[in-house]
């Protein structure tokens, strides 16, 4: 029994420190996630989306346009990302607009949630260690998941591996999935072209998800190592999908939708580029 019990104190204090080391280096991934955030002011980028919607079976049955959005400069030095073409054809909304106002039309658009977030769970331990860095399990914190803002109660009910740049801490890889209900949300969608469907609209990213983002550092011309920046250089998500929506809204337009869709897809890939730099720096698919 002694010995058992020894065995049972060793396994917890691993475990422990498991859990202790597995904190320490969330902190440092969040830590130099919100470092380069202020690096962002030296650099552009293009995001372009694609969305599908797959049957069942997980068959294609409907492509939704394609939308490209670029990074936008505001009067106070931030960012947004702004519709600068549809792949229909359609005119962007507010395209010959000043930077401030192109953002204030993009203010009620949201990314399916908040990677800093994310990085400042308190629930984490270790994760098998894989080629090229450590790697952390971040798992859902209940009582973040009672917060009152949104953007942490997603956050909070997501289950994610992390896998982190040796160098840097920086994660270079997020994979996770929604285990909780904390994404859930329902409301009318903000529109820019067209009327609005007067149904609530149910957002996709909710339990059942899962995602997948890539981040790359993108060197400074002048090898300035302070305005290097990672970019998220590709996303791929793969969301449930009610099969009554009668539309999908997307970038303040509602597309309709085909009734034998069960599963939401999409990919996002985007290319970056340093002011000053005389070439684009390209990722993921051409365009």
Not at 15 to 24: P, R, T
Not at 51 to 80: D, K, Y
Not at 146 to 154: A, F, G, N, V
Not at 186 to 191: C, D, N, T, V
Request: one cysteine or more; aromatic letters at 8%; charged letters at 25%.
């Amino acid at each position: 029994m002694k010995l058992c019990s020894l065995l049972a104190l060793a396994a917890f204090s691993c475990a422990a420190a498991d859990d202790h080391s597995a904190l320490g280096l969330l902190a440092k991934a969040s830590a130099a996630f919100d470092a380069n955030q202020a690096r962002e002011i030296h650099w552009n980028w293009t995001a372009v989306e694609k969305r599908s919607l797959l049957n069942h079976s997980g068959a294609m049955v409907q492509t939704f346009p394609t939308v490209t959005a670029e990074s936008v400069l505001r009067a106070n030095g931030n960012r947004c990302n702004a519709v600068v073409a549809w792949s229909d054809g359609l005119k962007p909304y507010k395209a010959s607009a000043s930077a401030d106002e192109r953002c204030r039309a993009m203010d009620d658009f949201r990314p399916p949630f908040e990677v800093r977030e994310l990085l400042r769970g308190s629930q984490a331990k270790m994760a098998p260690v894989s080629e090229g860095g450590a790697a952390i399990l971040i798992q859902p914190d209940k009582a973040r998941q009672k917060s009152d803002d949104p953007s942490i109660r997603c956050a909070a009910s997501i289950e994610a591996t992390v896998r982190l740049d040796p160098a840097t801490s920086f994660p270079r890889s997020i994979e996770g999935k929604v285990v909780a209900d904390g994404c859930e949300q329902r409301g009318s969608a903000p529109m820019q072209y067209g009327q609005a469907s007067s149904k609530l609209m149910r957002s996709a990213f909710r339990k059942g998800a899962s995602f997948r983002m890539t981040f790359q550092l993108q060197k400074d011309k002048f090898a300035n190592q302070a305005n290097s920046f990672w970019i998220c250089v590709s996303q791929h998500y793969t969301m449930p999908w009610d099969s009554e929506n009668e539309v999908l809204a997307y970038w303040g337009r509602q597309v309709p939708a085909n009734p034998a869709g069960r599963q939401l897809v999409k990919d996002i890939s985007t290319r970056a580029r340093e002011f000053g730099a005389d070439s684009a720096v390209s990722f993921g698919d051409d365009h």
